[in-house]
């Protein structure tokens, strides 16, 4: 006769559910062997869904108004600042950004840099997924065609 233990499971924590959802849209994206330029725009089209859904169960803004997220975080971006993130989103190069938006590309450098500084990203990928968590920039904002803005 054996005495089998009752086996308690617990339900996951919201960060093991977001760190299960982030690593399959991650391998989604990655087994899709994209050209280098879509693979934002693809990443942020599979996790985005799982951001969002995070979101609305409350933990991401449940950390927000509790004060847990980087004051970095509390400040805005300028609609400049937004134009050229949408488009970094999508992929382009500073030069083909500052084609697009009719600046030089050391002024789209100039945007990058303060909107690392607000956001404290360290990157240009790093910045989009802290944008999008605390959403300054949606996916519709990404994969909507641009406006002429020149």
Known sequence: MSLAQP???RPPTWREE???DL??????????????RNVVATYL???????????HRG????????????PS??????????????????????AETGVDLCLAEDTIKTHLQRIYKKTGA???AHAVALLLIRGDITAA???EPLDDDC
Do not use: Y
């Open 73 to 94: 975080l509390t400040h805005p971006l300028t609609g400049r600042e937004k134009q050229v993130i949408v488009r970094v989103a999508r992929g382009m190069s500073n």
């Open 18 to 20: 977001l760190t299960l």
């Open 122 to 124: 360290n990157d240009r």
């Open 59 to 70: 933990r991401l803004g449940d950390l927000r108004d509790r004060g847990m997220l980087p």
């Open 7 to 9: 086996t308690e499971t």
């Open 45 to 55: 089209r599979a996790v985005t869904p799982h951001l969002e859904a995070a979101f």
């Open 141 to 143: 904002d990404v994969l």
């Open 23 to 36: 690593a399959d849209a991650t391998d989604k994206t990655r087994a899709a062997w994209l050209p280098r």
